[in-house]
């Protein structure tokens, strides 16, 4: 009888078993990363990422969505905020931001409009518990009160959804989104400058309010010690006459052309 070999006592430490070992190793090591990493917090990922589906135009991410809806809510409360200014405004200021509203708000709601058809979202048609708060101050107040209020009540209102608006055209992958966040940013931006020239806005209220993310006050502050008159007037300011900020004109964005099509184009010109 042929006596067996000897067992080898090493097992996993024989030099077959440490090559098996450290592929094992390297090949977990690979897939950690790349399953682990979407469920990180803080990275930023989750946040580009999240809720997004595909579309013709481009992935739709979370945000957009975010973004659509709030131009949409924007219009809602700001249409007839700038008809109050228009009618009831006391200053030739006043009443010119009131116009700025109305028109620029008309063209960025019949924007949104086409885009949310386009990509089958839809969009709300009242404004939140908070617009419509805004918008029953505005109805109460009267003369000098109504110009203050709606001249800070609406910029601070503009001053935060002008780093949405940005966030979103530095971000999206979308066609559409990108063409509406590129129309918003001139119109928000307009809109903040006719607020401005109003001399009304309280710019020290402003930087506290944007710093807290709070509400703009609905009634009067309590006046702090000292003298009880009421300030002098505000001196509305002339804006420059450059740069302006002329609304682009309504278009419906086209489908993204493939590579093919773009090619056969330049071939033809």
Excluded: C
Aim: glycine share 8%.
């Amino acid at each position: 009888m042929r006596p067996r070999p000897p067992v080898d006592g090493r097992g996993i430490f024989s030099g077959t078993g440490l090559i098996i070992t450290g592929l094992t190793a390297t090949l977990l090591a690979m897939i950690f990363p790349i399953w682990s990493y979407a469920d990180r917090s803080g990275t930023g990922y989750d946040v580009l990422s999240a809720g997004t589906v595909s579309t013709g135009y481009g992935p739709l991410s979370g945000l957009d969505r975010d973004f659509l809806t709030k131009v949409r809510l924007a219009g809602l409360w700001e249409l007839p905020a700038g008809r109050q200014a228009q009618q009831k405004g006391t200053t030739p200021a006043v009443r010119t931001a009131g116009q700025h509203l109305v028109e620029g708000h008309a063209f960025l709601d019949e924007r949104v409009r086409d885009v949310a058809a386009k990509l089958s979202l839809e969009l709300p048609n009242e404004p939140t518990e908070q617009q419509q708060e805004w918008l029953a101050a505005l109805d109460a107040a009267q003369g000098v009160e109504f110009d203050r209020q709606f001249a800070n009540i609406a910029r601070l209102a503009h001053g935060k959804v002008f780093s949405v608006v940005a966030q979103v055209r530095a971000g999206t992958r979308n066609s559409l989104v990108r063409a509406l966040a590129d129309d918003a940013n001139t119109t928000v931006l307009d809109h903040i400058t006719v607020l401005e020239a109003t001399g009304y806005v309280d710019y020290e209220a402003l930087a506290r309010d944007l710093a807290a993310d709070s509400t703009p006050p609905l009634t009067p502050a309590p006046a702090p010690p000292g003298p009880t008159a009421d300030p002098a007037p505000a001196v509305p300011m002339t804006p420059p006459p450059s740069p302006t900020y002329t609304l682009p004109p309504a278009a419906s964005s086209p489908r993204p052309e493939d590579d093919a099509t773009a090619a056969d184009r330049s071939t033809a010109s």
